[in-house]
Every structure is written in structure tokens, then in C-alpha cells.
């Protein structure tokens, strides 16, 4: 009998225990190096990383990822499949989607790759025009003022659109681009796995624009901003975002004063 009670106590205990952490449910789309293929079910990316320490640290919340894609990830916010999404910044399209931004004092880059030949200087990345540019789909990009839309950029800047920075870099080594746009911890992360290919690039000094990476947060969702601010200000206190960022060469910087 006082095995029964201890049990049924301890099932009550651990119930009571999982019932505690709230959900919180993050949109992972397909955007490498942060998240790789979330469909496919393969925790590959900085995003799983940064959830796994974020589960570590504290037992209130019970971060878990839900797979979207980049077109789809605003209904996918908005009908209130996903709390959060990750890695994003207000004004890749969210301008009409109700959210609180929380700034993760992360920077990467986005630049320009291209073919390295012996009379190919950084001045060659000054003009696109007339120049063949292989592009992620559904990326936002600077040069073309934010502007996804794929007629907009086939039609204006002879684009090539892909869903692989492998195959876009891969086009501008068989001279099938003559420009490629990268994120820095992408093309850092590529070079590492495929080192014989670095010699052959030339890479822009010139930036098409500086990723400052903030989480947006749904209004309805279970966390607050201050809440969500305060767990990452942990993991930077306690060295945890250097770890996870540092090798992507994705920079740890102050967050933006509001």
C-alpha cells in the first residue's frame, strides 16, 4: 500500500513538474547555418543549440521547435501555430504582424562572393548590373530594397533563385553565376566542410547589410519579452552564446537601447 501512495505521489509530482513548464513554441525555418532542413527532423543548426541551453538554464519554460518555412512562417505566426520566431528582424515583412521585439545582441552579414580571376578586384562588386546573381528565394535583401519578390529580382538583376547557399556558391565556382550572396557565418561554415574552395573566391569587402538579430514574440504567446530578454542575458552572462555563436563568426554585440 505505501509503495501504491508513493507512487501515485511521485506520478502527481512529476505531472505537476511538466504541467509547470509552459510551452513555448518557436518557428524554425529553413535559413542555414541558424536552422537546417527543420523538416526533415535532424536537430542541425544554431537554433536547436540555442534552444537546448535555453532549456538547460531554467524549468519554466519548455522551448520546442515547430517547422515552418520562410513564406509560410508569418500565417504560421499569426494563426498562433508558432509563440516565436527566431533569428528575424521587424522589417523582413512583419511590419503588419502584430509581435514584441526582443533584440538578441547577435550581428552577422550578408556579402558578396564571386569567382576569383586575375583581373577581379573588389571594385567588381560595386555595380551589379549586367551581372548574373545566384540568390536564396524568400531572402530580403538590401541591394534590392527588401524586395523577395522573385519576377522583381529575375527580371531586374538576371537572378538565379535556389533554396541552397551550397548550390548558389557551387554556381559562381563553374562560372554559372558571376555573383553569389552569402550570410559571413554561412560562407564561414562552408570553407570549413570544403576547404579546396576558398582559394577560388574572392569575397566582398562590401556588405549588402548587417543582420542584427532580434526573437519576435506573439502577443498571445506564454513568455514575455522582459522574460525571454532575461534568459538570453543569462546565457551571454554565463558564456554559453560565445560558445554556440563565436564559430560562425556571428558577433556578440550590446543590444540596441530602445
Known amino acids: 500500500m505505501t509503495s501504491r501512495v508513493l507512487l501515485a505521489a511521485l506520478a502527481l509530482f512529476l505531472t505537476s513538474s511538466l504541467e509547470a513548464a509552459q510551452l513555448v513554441r518557436i518557428g524554425a525555418a529553413h535559413f542555414p547555418p541558424y ?3 527543420p523538416e526533415n527532423g535532424a536537430d542541425t543548426g544554431l537554433l536547436p543549440q540555442l534552444v537546448e541551453a535555453l532549456n538547460r538554464s531554467q524549468a519554466d519554460y519548455q522551448f520546442v ?3 515552418t518555412s520562410i513564406p509560410r512562417r508569418f500565417n504560421d505566426f499569426k494563426q498562433g501555430r508558432v509563440d516565436m520566431a527566431i533569428f528575424e528582424n521587424p522589417d ?3 511590419q503588419d504582424v502584430p509581435h514584441t521585439a526582443v533584440d538578441m545582441g547577435l550581428e552577422d552579414a550578408e556579402i558578396f562572393v564571386t569567382q576569383r580571376q586575375p ?4 571594385s567588381y562588386f560595386a555595380d551589379l548590373r549586367g551581372k548574373r546573381l545566384a540568390l536564396f528565394s524568400g ?3 538590401a541591394f534590392a530594397e527588401f524586395n523577395p519578390d522573385p519576377k522583381f529580382l529575375i527580371g531586374q538583376y538576371n ?3 535556389t533554396y541552397s547557399h551550397d548550390s548558389n556558391l557551387q554556381m559562381v565556382v563553374r562560372g554559372r553565376a558571376d555573383i553569389a550572396l ?3 557565418s554561412y560562407l564561414s561554415d562552408y570553407l570549413l566542410r570544403n576547404p579546396e574552395v576558398g582559394p577560388q573566391l574572392l569575397v566582398s569587402e562590401r ?3 548587417i543582420y542584427h538579430h532580434y526573437a519576435l514574440i506573439r502577443p498571445q504567446a506564454p513568455i514575455s519579452a522582459d522574460v525571454f530578454q532575461q534568459l538570453l542575458q543569462k546565457l551571454r552572462d554565463n558564456g554559453q552564446m560565445l560558445e554556440i555563436f563565436q564559430p560562425y563568426r556571428i558577433e556578440l554585440v550590446p543590444p540596441h537601447a530602445h
Open 182 to 184: 552569402v550570410t559571413r
Open 65 to 67: 521547435l515547430v517547422p
Open 207 to 209: 556588405i549588402d547589410q
Open 119 to 122: 583581373d577581379r578586384q573588389q
Open 92 to 94: 523582413w515583412g512583419w
Open 139 to 141: 531572402y530580403h535583401y
Open 159 to 161: 537572378a538565379t533563385l
Open 35 to 37: 536552422t537546417v532542413r
